[in-house]
């Protein structure tokens, strides 16, 4: 997960949900839940933004979407006793965060929020269809940046 | 321009980051507030460190909380200037705002044509003390773009 990858997300996930006619704020992390890039729609809600960022977080940490995460207060499913409402700040239930699996590799994970639930989950859904076709438009090989420091 | 919107905000990170990466030769995350102090836009280079992101968005929050550069407000922790102007009665800032209050220098405030106060750009991750390189140069470079 890189900026540029983690930029034509957003990008996309932001036409996608305009063309829904929602606002949400969509979050980027990488493979060890740390934020990369996080947009708000001019008009959602302030705390969607942390909300996005959270999910996202739960998605890479855990490898799967958010919502399911809500299966450890199951007792039938094994991880029967996991604190999921205390573990820690970021730890959310709430559905719309994604991991982002590249042949069962997982290279990062996408949150969104803003409107229902459901509706995270189409977003977060459309912007997964579009990832790999983004990843071979940018094509292998991008270069570092050059390294200049400046005037003297 | 009467509020910060996304597109504005993204104007502004990518001259920044532009700046950061060809001019200062860093890796750093810039952050974007509105006038509440709410993130518009978080971007983290390539390769910057992980929680620089927090600490942009820290500082933007300041800066548009102080209708001031944070630089201005590092200076008034600095014990050096004790006893001097606005030098003797900082320390108390310590830990304020809920522990969001960040004066390391780095957030700078962007007013409308009206100087009204509309947001704050914040950036971390830039080490300072190369010539003009640091993370309130590259704070400045987006305040510029957006005045463009």
């Known amino acids: ?152 | 321009m009467k509020e910060l919107t996304l597109e504005l905000a993204l104007k502004m990170l990518e001259a920044a980051e532009r700046w950061a990466k060809d001019i200062a030769g860093f890796s750093c995350s810039i952050a974007v507030v509105d006038k509440a102090g709410a993130v518009i836009a978080v971007h983290r280079m390539d390769g910057a460190a992980m929680a620089t992101t927090d600490i942009a968005i820290e500082k933007a929050w300041t800066a548009v909380a102080f209708k001031m550069p944070t630089l201005m407000g590092s200076r008034w922790l600095d014990p050096r200037n004790m006893g001097k102007l606005m030098g003797d009665h900082a320390m108390g800032m310590i830990g304020r705002g809920k522990g969001r209050l960040c004066f390391i220098p780095g957030g700078i405030p962007v007013a409308d044509e009206e100087n009204e106060v509309i947001g704050a750009i914040g950036c971390s991750g830039v080490p300072s003390g190369v010539g003009d390189i640091s993370d309130t140069s590259v704070s400045q470079a987006g305040v510029t773009a957006l005045y463009e």
Not at chain 1, 9 to 17: H, N, P, W, Y
Not at chain 1, 48 to 74: C, H, L, M, N, Y
Not at chain 1, 135 to 149: D, H, N, Q, V
């Open chain 1, 1 to 152: 997960m890189n900026l540029e990858v983690a930029k034509n997300l957003l990008q996309t996930g932001i036409k996608k949900s305009k063309e829904m006619g929602k606002l949400c704020s969509i979050a980027i992390v990488d493979d060890h839940g740390w934020l990369v890039a996080l947009h708000r729609m001019d008009g959602a809600p302030i705390p969607t933004a942390e909300i996005a960022r959270d999910k996202a977080w739960t998605a890479a940490a855990f490898r799967i979407p958010s919502a399911e995460v809500s299966q450890f207060g199951d007792p039938n499913v094994s991880g029967y006793g996991f604190n999921v409402q205390n573990w820690n700040e970021r730890l959310t239930t709430i559905p719309g965060g994604m991991p982002i699996l590249n042949e069962g590799r997982l290279i990062g994970a996408i949150g969104v929020c803003g409107e229902t639930p459901k509706e995270d989950v189409i977003i977060c859904q459309n912007i997964l269809k579009d990832i790999f076709r983004e990843e071979r438009e940018l094509g292998p090989g991008r270069r570092k940046p050059r390294k200049k420091y400046g005037r003297r």
